[in-house]
């Protein structure tokens, strides 16, 4: 990991940790090791109920959430179901001064306009960032996703597509405000991803996004 991690910020701006490949016992020493690059980092912990690949308990994913926020990663990305269960972790994020990215994903389809609106509107309450991607089965569903932007208001949103017909929302969504999207170091590992080489020729040069 952190190999990929020194590879991955000599090409690319940011980088995501993603811990829920890992082991449960292995995480601690991932972040402490990557601890030095981590405000440049989004750490995501996804358990398997979201998509993710963690295998402990939730309990267990929730302390380690926790912790990951002691080491003040660039954004913390947290599920907006765990974060609309879990008002003890809110506090507790709140008071670690964590910058939580809120993230939904639906991994089958893409719903209407405004339900994907009304799921923006309820993960905005809990932060002021915000990650929407779903799986795009043409290109309507796609257009669908990049029209939240119109609707994001001052939350900083991220919003795109999986899948074939989502590939194009990958760099879109940069054109609308997204301060940033995702690329894959090596293999994809999501359906539609771009290499981050790929990418790159398809964009012009960007500077560093800010966040606050």
Known sequence: MASSLRRALGVSEYAELRLDLL?????????ALAAP????????LRPRSEGGEFAGGEEERVST????????????????????RRAGLRRYLARAGARVLASWHDFE??????????????????????KVVTMARGAGDAAR???????????????FCMGEAGRASRVLCLCLGSPFTYA???????PGQMA??????LLPARGPAHFK
């Not at 082991?23 to 972040?31: F, Q, T």
């Not at 209407?112 to 009304?118: I, M």
């Not at 894959?184 to 999501?190: C, I, N, T």
């Not at 981050?196 to 020729?201: A, D, H, N, S, V």
């Open 37 to 44: 690059r981590l405000g440049r980092c989004v750490c995501t």
């Open 109 to 130: 389809s893409t719903p209407p306009a405004g339900a994907l609106r009304s799921r923006l509107a309820s993960m905005s309450r809990y932060s002021g960032h915000a």
């Open 184 to 190: 894959s170091l090596g293999a994809p590992v999501a």
């Open 145 to 159: 996703v990049l029209s939240l932007y119109s609707s994001a208001g001052g939350t900083r949103l991220v919003a």
């Open 196 to 201: 981050i080489g790929e990418l790159r020729r």
């Open 65 to 84: 959430i926790k912790l990951a926020a002691e080491y003040s990663p660039m954004l913390l990305d947290v599920e907006l179901r765990t974060l609309a």
């Open 23 to 31: 082991a449960p016992d292995e995480v601690p020493d991932a972040l």
